[in-house]
Each structure stands twice: as C-alpha cells, then as structure tokens.
C-alpha cells in the first residue's frame, strides 16, 4: 500500500511524503505514484515523538491506567513510541514478569519498550534477559529513593548494575533523588504540606544523587541517563561531566521546564509530583540547557494516579500526575512564544532518544525509515482540559492553560490515527 501525504511543511521546507507499507518510501517534490494521497495542507510533519519515560501501570494497577488508556493517551498526544518503566505491580525485574507485561502491551498500536528494574537482588536476572538480546528493552532503570513499589539500591549494587549495562551496551536511567537525603529533610521539616514539597523532598537530595551517578558512570564507563533534571545545579553537574564523558545524556519533563514551585497554592497535590517542581531559577536554567545542547531529551513521566488518591491529603496522595497528552502543545506554545524552535522539538523528542536509545530506523523522517509521523497545527488555539483527556487520571497542573499548537493527526508505523480529545 503506497500512502503519499502531499503538502507536508518539514524541517526541509514544504515536502510531499510516499509511505510504502509500515516505512517512508520517498520525501521530496516528485508526485511519486501512490494508491492513496491525503493532502496535509501545509501543517507541520515531525517525526513520532518518542517518550522516554512513561509509567504505564495496568496488571495490578490498571484502575490508574491500561495499556490501551495509555496507548490512546499517547497517540493522541502525538506519541508513536513510549518506554514503560519498571515500577509496577508486579515490577519488572523478571522474565516472568517482563513476559506478564509483554502480554498485557499486547497489540496496542503504540511502539513500546520497557525498562528492567534493578533491585538490590536481581542482577543476575537482569543479565539473563539482557543476554538474549530482546529488541523491546529500553534499558535498566534505577531509583535511588523509593516509590510505591521499588527497591532502593545499594552502592556497590548500583555499580554491578554499571557493569552489566556497560557490558550489554544499554542505557541505565536513574532517578537520582536519595533516600537518606530525602528522610533527613523529612525529619528536620514539621510542616508537611504541598506548599512545602519542594523543601521536604529537597533539592539537595537530587542534587547529591546526581553528582554520585556521574562519579559512577565515570569511573566504569556505561551509558548513564538522569532523569526529569530538575535543578539549576545538576545541570551545572552534568555540563560539566559532559565535557569529559560523552556517555552522560539527560532529560527534562514539561512540568520541570515550564510549572515552578507557586502553582501548588492553585492545583495542591494534583501538582505533586518526583522530584517537586522546583522554582522560576530553574525553569530558566533549564530552558538555557536545552539551548545549549546540554539536555538531551523530553520525557513525561507520565505517572497516572486515580483521582480518589489524588484528593486524599498531602502526606496520603500519590506523586505523579499525567503528562502524555499536553507535552506537544506545550512545545508548541513555547514555539509560538519564540522561547524554543521546532528543530530543537524534533531533536529532544525524537531523534536524540532514538539515538541514545539505539532503535533502528526512528527519529527521523527519512527513506528507509518507519512511517511513525505527528502532524501539528502550529496556529491552533485551544484550552487543556484534563476531564477530555484519554489518560483514565484526568487532572493536570496544566488544567485550563490556553495554548497555541495542536496534534492533528498521527502515522504509527504507517497506520493512519485522528487525534481527537474525548467528550
Ligand atoms: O512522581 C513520581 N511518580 N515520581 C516517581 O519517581 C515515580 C512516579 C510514579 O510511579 O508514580
Ligand atoms: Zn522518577
Ligand atoms: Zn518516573
């Protein structure tokens, strides 16, 4: 089946693209010959945005969200890859339960990988499913503080994690806040309340967390991946192990980059979230980063609670909140107020993560490469309104925040999907 999209506004100027079956057969001028053509009418075409770090829960948890919630959240937020994480129930450190969540992933459109969780005994598990080269694992997650249900690990088990990555050339990803950091704030601050999760779950604490991965990963020399950076200091950090370790990557979530620290008098515990959000200071320094190249990729830690959990009081709710279906337009918004261009979008959500991640053939609209296309209204205006949203937790810190900047359409592996909001 030959699809052309005609009309297609690229990073190359305004081009018309020949997809042959699940791949890009052609991009260029030429009116290739075709079976079927759909006129783009000039809106934007970017590559399938691929998020690095989405919880997508079901098995055990599936009343915060399924796989097929989730899939529809992501194909409607422009997402044609998403890489689960580990911290389900049951988790993923086994073939067992690696397979349980293959099954339940099941034949939902969206490309998917998933990360192996590492805890302070499974290792040689870890090893095992690395060594039969399975294509659908992203990489090994490592938290070092806990969630609802994650091990924190040890230092000398962080390192044998190292090496194993290493040896299997894959990414560890890490989540840097630390425990010991974390339960000493705890302890010293009396006043537990969403104003003051940015001082609870202080800064030093992923600061600290940050600085002992990168000592690390310097020392043995694996792919290290921080997640959600949130602070002005670990940017510093990491600018600085860049420069001798070309093996650092990072990531940046919407919230950390565009919601500071005041919006929890507003939205209270819809807005906690691991790390907190942080302060102005930060935003900024985290806007510069992804300027200067020392961010490398967006990821939105979509992490879905119910509703129910969310309403409980500060000490009792869950941290997390969905981002799948507002992390485009809120790229494009900034687009449109000229605080980032559409090449830097392309490369954070799409052709870094493909990069660092290794998957053949994504990130790029290129011949040869899979049909995985997000097509965008740059002009669009519209208002988000979490209670439309496809994610089953429908609630957002950017509830009601007028954008500029739509996803229309969507290609997944040449699959043709209509982005619409839900009513
Ligand atoms: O806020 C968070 N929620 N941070 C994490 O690290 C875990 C996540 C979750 O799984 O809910
Ligand atoms: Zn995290
Ligand atoms: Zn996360």
Redesign the pocket.
Known sequence: MKTLLKNCQTLNGLKNILIIDDKIGYIGNELASYDKIIDIGGLWVIPGIIDPHV?VRDLQQSEKEDWNSCSNAAINGGISTIFD?P?TIPATTNLANLNLKRKVAGKTLINKLFYLGATNQNANEIEEMLSENPHDIAGIKI?L?G???NDVLEKNKIEEIFEIAKKYDKVVAV?T?LQSCLDKWRDKISEKTIQNHNILRNRECAINGTKLVLDMAQEIGNKLYI??VSTLEEIELIADAKTKNTNIFCEVTPHHLFLDETILAKCGNFG????PLRTRADNIALMKAIENGTIDTIGT?H???TLAEKKQIYAKA????PGLETVLPLLLNAVNNGKISIEKIVELTSFNVAKIFNLPNRGKIEAGYFADLTIIDIAEKWEIDSLKFHSKAKYSPFDGMDVCGKVKLIFVNGKKIYCRERR
């Open positions: 919880h994480m911290n938290f503080a969630t609802s249900s989540h806040e997640c959600h906690k979230i691991n790390p830690d992490a879905p609670h869950p941290s997390g909140f």
